[in-house]
């Protein structure tokens, strides 16, 4: 690279005209290096993050090394990672409902020390916490929120059973267990089980991965769920007709709204992620019901239709800060990732969020040549976990050129969509490893100069604690499916209890979909019915009533101006002189410039 660009110098300097350079150059190499040139300048900010896989020790700990030796083994990672320029690590901390730090609900991990429920020398979360701050490297969680058991039955008599102690939480498919996202006992047990990791630890940010709902799902795996807790009010806050795959997508996206929620009441500047797979839908309606159109030529396994989630959803709610899909293709490829790279950065843009794609390093080395310390179960997971959804073609399988890496690093800085430049390698050994050597290549251009994580303006911008929420406001927003849980309480792991409490039904107020949120100068909301007169009151975040106003006029829906609310999160409430009663909350924004 030094050397093209002291050419590029020399014919400039020259003024050459195109015939004499191309006999200086070939065509296509000049096209290349006026392009890499433009696009491959180091950016004052830009996230630069590695997923730290800890599940059959892909990347760190190793269960099978001392204490001492693990910790000697995450300095080096660190180093390694200082060294080229990564600011922020993605460290897996729940990757089957255990923990690799503290937890007050589930079991130490038995990737630190082989075995699930032994106390560890050492506390791998607050260990990397710091020696990574140590290095200005930021720490966010990794947490997998629904996958329980990779063989049914494996945790059986162990620390953390939940199929004993919770089993109305657990389904089993294709011999695997999960939790089920449509159980609103889950989301209160994901809720809690953050809300204890963010009182705890000094992290940066909560991510969350693609693993929701398994593929392959059959009517009969959540019948019951859906026949307890499905209902047309609850789907309403995102779809219009009540369907299996809309109550799944609705069930996750509460889940993603409560635990942003829950995050956002305890730090308001703690940042929320999400990584979903690469390919949205390939329902056109899909991208209807949020106004928005499908990239062009992309087919295959989808969020939409095999995992049951919509990142659509979350990023209208504003439930997130930033997405990272998974874009583990190359360029040019079936799967294109420029294109799906762009539409991504677009869709994040509509909604005023961060898009930070995942970018595949594992690809760079060949099956059988993967830098893991347990190799053959290793390849044999990410296989099983990738096949299920990925679409790969021959020539994307793996063994990549490093060059293919870069030219994606390029292109999502040339991505015009993007409001902040961005990206997260899976996985972090792939990342360092010296055999193909990617941290060391793009250290040497690409990442030459340290680079500033990009602020988040609606998180950075507000006072401090301006988007806590409080227990009012917690309380207000329950829906109808949730008050049966509203009264819950979950103890640590050895005696978890669950108790039930139903309100009176004139306190049961209707969720209202707010659009858009996040908003800027005005936000509207429609009515299931036609209202008449009705008082509207607004509160803050720290529940003091900010003003209250009566519209009598007959309108099945409401728009509000937000021209002289200060940036952060409100609770409205409405009641009708009927006694019938909505909510909804909105974030006001920054306006983007």
């Not at 195109?18 to 180091?42: D, G, T």
């Not at 679409?391 to 890496?405: A, G």
Request: proline share 6%; aromatic share 12%; net charge negative.
């Amino acid at each position: 690279m030094v050397l093209l660009k002291k050419l590029w110098k020399l014919i400039k300097g020259k003024n050459l005209k195109v015939k004499e350079m191309n006999r200086l150059l070939p065509l296509a190499l000049i096209s290349f290096l006026i392009s890499s040139l433009s696009f491959s300048q180091n950016p004052d900010h830009e996230l630069r993050a590695v997923w730290l896989t800890s599940i059959f020790n892909i990347d760190w700990p190793n269960n099978t090394l001392s204490p001492s030796a693990q910790k000697e083994r995450l300095q080096n990672i660190l180093n390694i990672l200082q060294e080229s320029h990564i600011n922020a690590v993605l460290f897996q901390v729940r990757p089957s409902a255990d923990a690799l730090y503290q937890s007050a609900y589930e079991p130490w991990s038995q990737w630190v020390t082989g075995t699930r429920g032994q106390v560890p020398a050492f506390d791998p979360l607050a260990l990397i916490i710091e020696e990574a701050h140590k290095r200005d490297i930021e720490v966010h969680a990794w947490l997998n929120p629904y996958r329980f058991e990779m063989a049914a039955g494996q945790y059986s008599g162990l620390p953390g059973d939940y199929s004993k102690t919770h089993s109305e939480l657990i389904f089993t498919l294709n011999n695997r267990t999960y939790f089920d996202p449509g159980n609103p006992g889950t989301t209160q047990l994901i809720k809690n089980i953050i809300k204890d990791l963010v009182n705890h630890y000094d992290i940066d940010g909560v991510v969350f991965d693609d693993y929701f709902y398994p593929p392959g799902m059959t009517l009969s795996t959540d019948q019951k769920t859906f026949d307890t807790y499905a209902s047309l009010e609850f789907v309403q806050q995102w779809y219009p007709d009540l369907t299996r795959g809309n109550f799944r997508r609705a069930s996750v996206n509460h889940m993603i709204r409560e635990v942003n929620n829950a995050i956002k009441s305890i730090k308001s500047h703690l940042v929320f992620g999400v990584s979903p797979a690469g390919i949205y839908s390939i329902q056109a309606s899909a991208a209807v019901n949020w106004g928005t159109t499908l990239p062009a030529g992309i087919s295959g396994k989808d969020n939409f239709n095999v995992i049951y989630c919509d990142p659509l959803a979350w990023l209208h709610d504003g439930s997130i800060d930033y997405i990272s899909p998974q874009l583990y293709w190359i360029i040019g490829g079936r799967q294109d990732f420029v294109t799906l790279n762009q539409w991504w950065g677009y869709q994040a843009k509509r909604y005023n969020r961060h898009h930070y794609p995942s970018l595949a390093s594992y690809k760079l080395y060949s099956q059988n040549n993967m830098p893991f310390p347990d190799l053959e179960n290793s390849s044999v997971f990410l296989e099983s976990l990738f096949a299920q959804f990925h679409n790969e073609e021959k020539n994307d399988k793996y063994n990549w050129p490093v060059t293919e890496i870069k030219n994606q690093v390029i292109a999502n800085r040339n991505n015009p969509h993007n409001l902040a430049q961005g990206l997260i390698f899976f996985n972090t050994n792939t990342y360092i490893n010296g055999i193909k050597n990617l941290a060391r290549h793009l250290s040497n251009d690409l990442f030459s100069e340290k680079s500033v994580i990009p602020n988040i303006p609606w998180l950075t911008s507000l006072e401090p604690g301006a988007m806590q929420l409080t227990e009012r406001a917690d309380r207000i927003q329950l829906n109808e499916r949730e008050q049966l849980f509203a009264n819950a309480e979950w103890s640590p792991l050895d005696g978890f209890t669950t108790g039930t409490g139903v309100l009176a039904e004139d306190d049961r107020p209707h969720v209202l979909r707010v659009f858009p949120n996040p908003a800027y100068d005005m936000c509207m909301v429609d009515y299931p019915v036609a209202l008449g007169e009705r008082t509207i009151q607004w509160f803050s975040t720290n529940d003091k009533l900010l003003e209250e106003e009566v519209r009598k006029d007959i309108t099945t829906s409401d728009i509000f101006d937000l021209t002289n609310l200060q940036p952060g999160l409100y609770s409205v409430q409405i009641q009708t002189e009927n006694h019938e009663k909505f909510i909804f909350r909105v974030i006001k924004s920054i306006k983007p410039r």
